[in-house]
């Protein structure tokens, strides 16, 4: 079944190193020169002739191969010199502008879980292999590199998503909602997930919300009230006021590119017995491939942990209203949002974590559609300073990370958290604003929080 992510790929020959995660943090600012990241570049300007065996292999290794591999993601495989050799121009250029691996957080910004960068030595010994003749050498040479650990969810407990497969036919976008029976009879708090879209040709998003058991029969009627498997529901699970969007509790989400697997220990999101969990799927009926879809989200599991945790969406709620114009023509069209979140937390997670005191945020994704070109999020300090979260200067819609902070950020009261997105709208002769279709746009954060210790 064609992916969204296979079509842009095979359509803008982007070919190359589409590692999606990487537990081992590459910092090119501590790379002593002349080494790759992982030891098996030669990144010295070719002193030695660079060969395939001995210096691409381990790269693609370690940055493609679980993408370009049988059964991964990528419409091809890079798998053997040959592969390789037939794509050497489109693949080493690819690297160079940037496009690849498609990381897209800006160096400089800070350290991640799962940063897939290359360094400039790894791009270099490419380039240098590419100048050179792009010769095999000899298979002799290969060393394996140090292996990409993937995020991945340690276990899975429980399993929820569609019943029965489902084809959406609203056109060009259609927003449905399925309400999922929550089977635990005892408090539970999720500590990973992990979303598998069941058809990626049409599926935009996914977002899990929990209906606190006062809350159920209210979701069920909803979705009796419409014929077929769940009911319609754009702007959120609840209606399509602002504030409905926001402060809907959410459980977890996934976008193209996105992968979350355990979530930071010592933490989860409450869940009590006789919940609901409303499933928001966004289908992009113009992609379709003709087939159903039948997500499935996964979850771990515990009875109890030492701090409960929240996902927090951050975006001014004024735009959802209709004050976030993007004018027809324009390729700089910036809107921009901060706010102390420590005095509207207690709203924002229906008082799951109290107002006034410090916040630890431990991850934040990004999201925009297909116009938006640069996502910028910040803490603006009480004394003047500012910290950088994310800083994703060519935004992709097809690869929207979760990106985990090797080290958690608190934020204090009187702090700001800053979200800020600009958009491209060159190729569109109509203005655009927030909203739900596909070619509409967003600008809106996703953080994992909880109370600071």
Same mark, same amino acid.
């Given at each position: 079944?064609?992916?969204?992510?296979?079509?842009?790929?095979?359509?803008?020959?982007?070919?190359?190193?589409?590692?999606?995660?990487?537990?081992?943090?590459?910092?090119?600012?501590?790379?002593?020169?002349?080494?790759?990241?992982?030891?098996?570049?030669?990144?010295?300007?070719?002193?030695?002739?660079?060969?395939?065996?001995?210096?691409?292999?381990?790269?693609?290794?370690?940055?493609? +191969?679980?993408?370009? /591999?049988?059964?991964? &993601? !990528?419409?091809?495989?890079?798998?053997?010199?040959? *592969?390789? =050799? #037939?794509? $050497?121009?489109?693949?080493?250029?690819?690297?160079?502008?940037?496009?690849?691996?498609?990381?897209?957080?800006?160096?400089?910004?800070?350290?991640?879980?799962?940063?897939?960068?290359?360094?400039?030595?790894?791009?270099?010994?490419?380039?240098?292999?590419?100048?050179?003749?792009?010769?095999?050498?000899?298979?002799?040479?290969?060393?394996?590199?140090?292996?990409?650990?993937?995020?991945?969810?340690?276990?899975?407990?429980?399993?929820?998503?569609?019943?029965?497969?489902?084809?959406?036919?609203?056109?060009?976008?259609?927003?449905?909602?399925?309400?999922?029976?929550?089977?635990?009879?005892?408090?539970?708090?999720?500590?990973?997930?992990?979303?598998?879209?069941? +058809?990626?040709?049409? /599926?935009?998003?996914? &977002? !899990?919300?929990?209906?606190?058991?006062?809350?159920? *029969?209210? =979701? #069920?009627? $909803?979705?009796?009230?419409?014929?077929?498997?769940?009911?319609?529901?754009?702007?959120?699970?609840?209606?399509?006021?602002?504030?409905?969007?926001?402060?809907?509790?959410?459980?977890?989400?996934?976008?193209?590119?996105?992968?979350?697997?355990?979530?930071?220990?010592?933490?989860?999101?409450?869940?009590?017995?006789?919940?609901?969990?409303?499933?928001?799927?966004?289908?992009?009926?113009?992609?379709?491939?003709?087939?159903?879809?039948?997500?499935?989200?996964?979850?771990?599991?515990?009875?109890?942990?030492?701090?409960?945790?929240?996902?927090?969406?951050?975006?001014?709620?004024?735009?959802?209203?209709?004050?976030?114009?993007?004018?027809?023509?324009?390729?700089?069209?910036?809107?921009?949002?901060?706010?102390?979140?420590?005095?509207?937390?207690?709203?924002?997670?229906?008082?799951?974590?109290?107002?006034?005191?410090?916040?630890?945020?431990?991850?934040?994704?990004?999201?925009?559609?297909?116009?938006?070109?640069?996502?910028?999020?910040?803490?603006?300090?009480?004394?003047?300073?500012?910290?950088?979260?994310?800083?994703?200067?060519?935004?992709?819609?097809?690869?929207?990370?979760?990106?985990?902070?090797?080290?958690?950020?608190?934020?204090?009261?009187?702090?700001?958290?800053?979200?800020?997105?600009?958009?491209?709208?060159?190729?569109?002769?109509?203005?655009?604003?927030?909203?739900?279709?596909?070619?509409?746009?967003?600008?809106?954060?996703?953080?994992?929080?909880?109370?600071?210790?």
């Amino acid at each position: 079944m064609p992916s969204a992510r296979r079509l842009v790929l095979i359509s803008t020959a982007l070919v190359f190193a589409c590692s999606p995660a990487d537990e081992e943090q590459q910092d090119s600012g501590t790379e002593a020169s002349g080494d790759s990241a992982d030891g098996s570049g030669t990144g010295d300007g070719g002193a030695a002739e660079a060969t395939y065996h001995r210096d691409v292999r381990p790269l693609l290794e370690r940055h493609c +191969n679980a993408c370009h /591999a049988d059964g991964g &993601i !990528a419409p091809f495989t890079l798998g053997s010199y040959d *592969e390789v =050799y #037939e794509l $050497r121009e489109s693949l080493v250029a690819s690297v160079q502008a940037g496009l690849m691996p498609p990381w897209g957080m800006e160096a400089g910004c800070g350290t991640y879980v799962g940063d897939s960068s290359m360094v400039p030595e790894d791009r270099a010994t490419l380039q240098a292999w590419l100048d050179q003749g792009a010769v095999e050498g000899d298979a002799a040479d290969f060393i394996a590199p140090t292996p990409i650990a993937l995020p991945e969810l340690s276990r899975t407990d429980l399993t929820l998503g569609l019943a029965e497969p489902y084809l959406p036919t609203q056109m060009p976008d259609e927003y449905r909602c399925f309400v999922l029976d929550w089977p635990e009879t005892e408090t539970a708090f999720v500590t990973g997930f992990e979303v598998d879209p069941g +058809n990626v040709s049409i /599926a935009h998003h996914a &977002i !899990a919300y929990i209906a606190a058991p006062e809350e159920a *029969e209210a =979701y #069920e009627q $909803r979705d009796a009230d419409e014929p077929g498997p769940g009911y319609t529901c754009f702007g959120g699970p609840a209606g399509s006021q602002p504030l409905d969007f926001i402060t809907s509790r959410w459980l977890g989400a996934w976008a193209p590119g996105a992968r979350v697997g355990d979530l930071p220990e010592g933490t989860g999101l409450r869940i009590d017995p006789g919940s609901k969990i409303v499933l928001q799927m966004h289908y992009n009926t113009l992609a379709s491939d003709g087939e159903p879809d039948q997500t499935q989200i996964r979850y771990r599991l515990e009875s109890q942990v030492e701090r409960e945790a929240v996902m927090l969406p951050w975006a001014d709620p004024s735009w959802l209203a209709g004050s976030m114009p993007i004018p027809a023509g324009t390729d700089d069209t910036v809107h921009s949002f901060s706010m102390d979140p420590t005095t509207i937390i207690g709203l924002l997670t229906n008082d799951s974590i109290a107002d006034g005191q410090p916040l630890e945020f431990f991850s934040a994704i990004h999201h925009m559609h297909k116009r938006g070109s640069r996502g910028l999020q910040t803490i603006e300090r009480l004394d003047g300073s500012s910290e950088c979260l994310v800083d994703v200067p060519r935004y992709d819609y097809d690869w929207q990370h979760s990106y985990r902070y090797t080290e958690s950020k608190v934020v204090n009261p009187g702090d700001l958290l800053r979200l800020e997105c600009q958009w491209d709208n060159t190729t569109n002769d109509a203005a655009v604003n927030w909203g739900d279709g596909t070619n509409d746009e967003m600008c809106l954060g996703i953080h994992y929080v909880a109370a600071a210790r």
